[in-house]
């Protein structure tokens, strides 16, 4: 097992930054790629970046790209989402999640393939 704590989220105006963290304790050294997705009230979790924990290969959803930065301390097995240029519409809870491996490649996008889920922390940006 493998468990995920959230931290870092607030309140914060557009054009701000936050920087959310996740802290895993467990059988970590079983992760294989670790990833942050969001959710809306009454929308679908979305993707917004993903990491390979051991070799820090990184991927990001449009949504991300050159906003956002995943990334990762080994030592402190604590995952990473600094987050810039903030819109309201990035307004949404933040979970991070955790997947082991698997016997094939799986895109770092897809929520089914995430075995361990954190409980999520609230962002909120302000117009």
């Known amino acids: 097992q493998v468990q995920l704590v959230e931290s870092g989220g607030g309140l914060v105006q557009a054009g701000g930054s936050l920087r959310l963290s996740c802290a895993a304790s467990?059988?970590?050294?079983?992760?294989?790629?670790m990833g942050w997705f969001r959710q809306a009230p009454g929308k679908e979790r979305e993707w917004v970046a993903a990491i390979k924990w051991r070799i820090g290969t990184t991927y990001y959803a449009d949504l991300a790209k050159g906003r956002f930065t995943i990334s990762r301390d080994n030592a402190q097995k604590t995952l990473f989402l600094q987050m810039n240029s903030l819109k309201p519409e990035d307004t949404d809870v933040y979970y991070c999640a955790a997947r082991l491996p698997r016997t094939v490649p799986v895109d770092p996008e897809s929520i089914r393939e995430y075995d361990y889920w954190g409980q999520g922390t609230q962002v909120t940006v302000s117009s």
């Open positions: 467990g059988r970590t050294s079983s992760v294989y790629a």
